[in-house]
C-alpha cells in the first residue's frame, strides 16, 4: 500500500454508484482522488468528508460539465496543478437510456456519443503528458452490450463498442510511452428501470445467479492499476458469466 502514496487518479462521475465505489476502493489503498461531477453537488461534498477525514486533502472535488470538451484539459490541469502529478484516468461517466430505432434523433445520437465516446477519446488525449511522467494507466468503463447488445439501446451499444474499439486502439498508440490502457465491462451490478420480471430473466442469464456489486467493478478497476502491469489494450468483463449465455 506504501507505493500507492503519492499517486493520483481523475476519476469522472465519481462521486455516485459504480464512480463512488470505485473512488473508495482506490482511497482505501492510499490513492489520492479527484473526482469529477457535474449535478450531484450533495453527493460529492459528503464522499469528500467521508474520505478525507480518513486521510487528510486526499480528495479533490471538481464540478465540471464534460460535453464542454475544450474544458476537458482543465480537469487535468486542475488536478496536477493540485497534486501536482497524475497516475490514473477512469473515464467512468456516461450516459444510459433507451433509444428505440426510427425514433433516435440527431441530438439524441449525438449526446450518447459525446458522453460515452468523444470525451473518453479527448480527456484521454489531454492526460497523456502527465501519464507518460508517471508511466500511468488509463481504465475505461465500458458494458457487456458493447459485445452483445441491448434491444432498444442501439445508439448506446454502438458507442460502447466504439470506447472497447478506443481502449484497444489507445493501447497500441500509448505503449511506447508506458501507459497501459484497459476497460473493464460491467454486468448486472446496479438495476436501471427494470420491472420485476426483466430482474428475474436477467438473473436467470447469470451463470452465478445473482446480480453483482460496485465493488465488484471497483475490486477490478484496482487489480488493473496495482497487479496488472503487463496487461494492456484488455477488457475484463464482471458479470458473473451472463455473456456465457448467447
Known sequence: MNSNKQKVALI???VKRIGAAIARQLHQHNIKLALQYRH????AYALQTELNNQSPKSVLLLPADLNNVS?????VDETTAHYGRLDILINNAAGFYPLPLG?????QWDALFEINL???FFLSQAAVPYLEKTQGCIINLVDIHAKRPLKNHIVYNTTKAGLVMLTKSLAQELGEKG??????????ILWADNNADDKEYIITAIAL????EPQDIAKTVYFLINDANYITGQVIAVDGGRTLNQ
Open 209 to 212: 445467479k445473482r446480480r453483482g
Open 40 to 43: 450531484s453537488s450533495d453527493e
Open 12 to 14: 469522472t462521475g465519481g
Open 179 to 188: 501507459i497501459r490502457v484497459n476497460a473493464v465491462a460491467p454486468g448486472a
Open 118 to 120: 468523444k470525451i473518453p
Open 103 to 107: 425514433q433516435v434523433t440527431e441530438k
Open 71 to 75: 474544458k476537458l484539459t482543465d480537469l
